[in-house]
């Protein structure tokens, strides 16, 4: 959390405003300091000379106006929402965009098909998302029995997990309604899913809030109270219309680099509070959401609530420095570009490593006397039972995982039992495959 209470920055009044009290300033500072830095005010004043801190404060905000774009929104004090794009973040928009719009499968094993390495891929990091998100959110489930519910399509047996489980299905959502419009009725469509059987503070799966006794609140105690919920089908129609006009600066239209819109619309879903609970859940499926839509098909992959969890005050203080500065959304953007870059870190470092396991594997089984014998999926089981001994692997789990039908997850969980390699016990009705302590000697 902030060193200093965080205080809404002066405003510069234009027309009364005497130029010359900045002048000797406009040279020195730029809209960002020395080290890159966009500093909201209570961070600025205390990095330069006090009795100096206004005016060179004024001459920041008036660099700062002059490339700065609206977007047509409006906070509840009748400031629009605006952003800058500072030189230094132009470098790191082109990495998302270029990492953005690629292809990626798993593991590049000739023996399997792309979509099955895909498949894979996308089932294990979207459950990755769905457990981080609810974390992010409170829910304090282990993440090997979060895993396993999903894996297995377990009954949630704990609201923790319920959470879990709708985090899940709200990502499949985005997928699946990526070429529909944002409206009114896809959002509560979103908070419904997010808020199912979890509801807390009177919440009503997908309805909006009918009262205005919400507020939030930090650590520093500085609270935050939404827009008037009478005015919320408005503003929510406008945010609607925002999203889903073409931001491409043709027709005379501003240009808004599709992550940055969806950053935008993390922002306002959050700030518009529409819902007594669930608005964090339902903004990043929006930010999502919006990145599929325009072709960002790997954000699939991409976990950014595990960042955020990591630096939730920082995530807090960049949403507050919007409502300090008059609207100013620079804060949050620049905070949500870093978690970002660090997600797509994350990602490149979780291919490397299951890469090497499978590679790992696959050199034990080509020495082994089942050389050849196993494909894609069978050497991923193989490499899990050798992680894990003692893991249990069921047809259900085999079949979201990997995307595939019943009859080829039974086969192939059968072919591993034959070759003596997994155990079978029943269970009722379900047959359950134990990978044994001994799995790697017995290759």
């Not at 979201?400 to 034959?418: F, H, M, P, Q």
Request: hydrophobic letters at 35%; a neutral charge; proline letters at 4%.
């Amino acid at each position: 959390m902030a060193k200093h209470p965080v205080e809404q920055s002066p405003r510069v009044d234009y027309e009364t405003f005497d130029f010359s009290k900045i002048s000797p300033y406009l040279s020195k500072y730029g809209i960002v300091d020395e080290k890159g830095r966009y500093l909201p005010w209570y961070k600025l004043k205390w990095r330069v000379p006090s009795k100096e801190a206004q005016n060179i404060w004024y001459a920041v905000k008036f660099l700062r106006d002059q490339i700065k774009k609206g977007i047509g929104l409006f906070d509840k004090n009748g400031n629009e929402f605006s952003f800058c794009i500072p030189d230094l973040l132009e470098p790191k928009l082109h990495k998302i965009v270029q990492f953005g719009t690629s292809k990626m499968t798993a593991i590049a094993d000739p023996k399997a098909s792309i979509n099955i390495q895909e498949n894979y891929l996308v089932s294990s990091l979207l459950m990755e998302e769905a457990i981080t998100s609810a974390q992010l959110e409170g829910a304090a489930t282990t993440r090997a029995d979060a895993k396993k519910m999903l894996e297995e399509e377990l009954t949630p047996s704990t609201p923790d997990e319920r959470m879990i489980l709708n985090n899940y299905m709200l990502l499949r959502l985005a997928d699946k309604r990526r070429k529909e419009p944002l409206t009114r009725d896809l959002l509560l469509e979103f908070h419904s899913i997010a808020t199912h059987g979890v509801s807390e503070n009177d919440n009503v799966p997908g309805e909006f809030r009918c009262s205005n006794d919400i507020y939030i609140g930090n650590d520093d105690n500085s609270l935050y109270y939404p827009p008037n919920y009478k005015e919320l089908e408005t503003r929510l129609e406008l945010l609607c219309d925002f999203a889903n006009k073409e931001h491409n600066g043709e027709n005379s239209n501003k240009f808004i680099p599709p992550v940055i819109k969806a950053i935008i619309l993390h922002f306002m879903l959050g700030y518009e509070h529409a819902f007594r609970d669930g608005n964090g859940r339902t903004a990043r499926a929006i930010f999502y959401w919006f990145m599929l839509k325009n072709g960002y098909d790997i954000f699939e992959y991409i976990s950014i609530s595990k960042i955020i969890k990591e630096n939730h005050k920082d995530y807090g203080m960049s949403y507050l420095s919007v409502q300090k500065d008059y609207g100013d959304l620079t804060y949050f953007i620049d905070f949500n570009i870093s978690v970002i870059l660090n997600a797509v870190d994350e990602l490149q470092e979780y291919l490397r490593v299951k890469t090497q396991e499978f590679y790992d594997v696959s050199n034990i089984l080509d020495e082994s006397k089942y050389k050849f014998k196993f494909n894609f999926i069978q050497k991923d089981l193989i490499k899990k039972g050798i992680k894990e001994p003692g893991h249990i692997f069921t047809i259900k789990s085999i079949m979201n995982i990997y995307g595939v039908s019943e009859n080829t997850a039974r086969k192939l969980l059968r072919d591993l039992e034959k070759m003596k390699l997994f155990l079978s016990i029943k269970e009722g009705r379900t047959t359950h495959y134990i990978a044994p302590a001994d799995l790697k000697n017995k290759l």
